[in-house]
């Protein structure tokens, strides 16, 4: 299954409301779109679909650098094998160490294509099924009240877990949790997410106060560069902690395994580079007996599709929080898995399922 051709287009979408976290506020998405073709073992051509979706506060990346990147790789892999995604990797690792984004639009589009040539299910290409699974809704960082009538909403809606964003201060992040569970009750799941903003006495202080309302996890409390910090955090909470921007690489893996850094790897396609690397990833975390959790950036359903079926493929994922394409005005994508009260669910056909419109 040679690759015969691959386009790289600018993607740009757009909320339906803001998203505020403690990184900023969100009001759309520049991603990249890249359309890879192949050539199947009887002489078709199949096309896949993969999506960028740099975050500049998170990444790094913008939307021009991923074109610039994924165009000027693009032209060296016509003629590769599609399914040798070593090869693929290879080749874009030694053009460039970064550019997750540009890397998982590649890498996912030849995923799909290959999966769609070979009439099979993404997720069974990646060696699982297509099985259900929950997804969390994120409820962006806002007063209390208002994010304890947004988690209402979300929960009537069928969402039973939810992830709450931190990040303003001690007692201000505090009231939110205590609004929110007093709100929808016991029996919704909360996760709640300080994207970096908290330093380790902050984060277990807040833990220590949040800890009585049953929070599952708590994602990224401190700086992604303060290893020291989240190994201190980690051993001392009475919740369990996860990684999220301090993970991008397999060596960043390895370290967080090796130091006992955190009880949860957030694997996400657009840090790893796609699909091919965050199973290696993944791989480390379940031999160091970590358990992972696949979350995504502001995406549209051609990437969330993907990460859908890597979850459903991979029975060391805890849980999902693939939640972006629906904040999404529109999500402009046809077929693919789709959230029904809160759970994934897959419909029949190969590849991801998705293809933009």
């Known amino acids: 299954m040679r690759i015969r051709s691959i386009d790289v287009r600018p993607r740009n979408l757009k909320l339906k409301n803001p998203l505020p976290i403690s990184l900023g506020t969100f009001h759309s998405a520049a991603n990249v779109l890249v359309t890879a073709e192949v050539e199947a073992p009887d002489g078709r051509r199949v096309t896949g679909y993969g999506e960028g979706a740099p975050m500049a506060v998170i990444t790094g990346e913008t939307q021009e650098g991923v074109l610039a990147f994924a165009r000027l790789a693009a032209p060296s892999l016509i ?12 080749l874009l690792n030694r053009a460039s160490p970064r550019h997750g984004s540009a890397k998982a639009a590649i890498d996912l589009a030849l ?43 979300e929960v009537l809606a069928g ?86 921007e301090s993970i991008f690489t397999l060596e960043d893996a390895f370290r967080l395994a090796s130091e006992q850094a955190c009880h949860v790897f957030n694997i996400k396609l657009m840090k790893s580079g796609g ?49 972006a394409h629906l904040y999404l005005d529109p999500d402009p994508v046809t077929g693919g898995p789709r959230v029904e009260r809160g759970t994934f669910q897959f419909p029949a056909g190969p590849g991801s399922g998705a293809v933009p419109l």
């Open 159 to 244: 969402f039973s877990i939810l992830k709450l964003k931190l990040g303003s201060g001690e007692d201000d992040d505090v009231a939110r949790v205590v609004a929110v569970r007093g709100r929808v009750g016991g029996s919704v799941t909360l996760r709640v997410d300080a994207n970096q903003a908290w330093t380790p006495l902050q984060a277990l202080h807040i833990i220590e106060r949040i800890a009585p309302l049953r929070i599952e996890l708590v994602e990224q409390p401190v700086p992604a560069s303060d290893i020291q910090g989240l190994v201190e955090v980690s051993r001392r909470s009475a919740v369990p902690i996860m990684a999220d």
């Open 275 to 323: 699909l091919h690397p965050a199973r290696k990833i993944n791989a480390i975390a379940e031999a160091a007996r970590i358990r992972t959790f696949v979350g995504c950036m502001l995406e549209s359903s051609v990437s969330v599709a993907a990460a859908a079926h890597f979850v459903a493929a991979h029975r060391n994922v805890m849980g999902a929080d693939l939640d």
């Open 111 to 153: 995923h799909d294509a290959v999966s769609r040539a070979l009439s099979i299910p993404l997720a069974a290409l990646l060696g699982g099924s297509t099985r259900p699974f929950l997804t969390d809704m994120t409820i962006g960082m806002a007063a209390p009240e208002v994010m304890a009538a947004k988690a209402e909403q």
């Open 79 to 90: 003629g590769l094998e599609a399914a040798d995604l070593e090869a693929v990797h290879d």
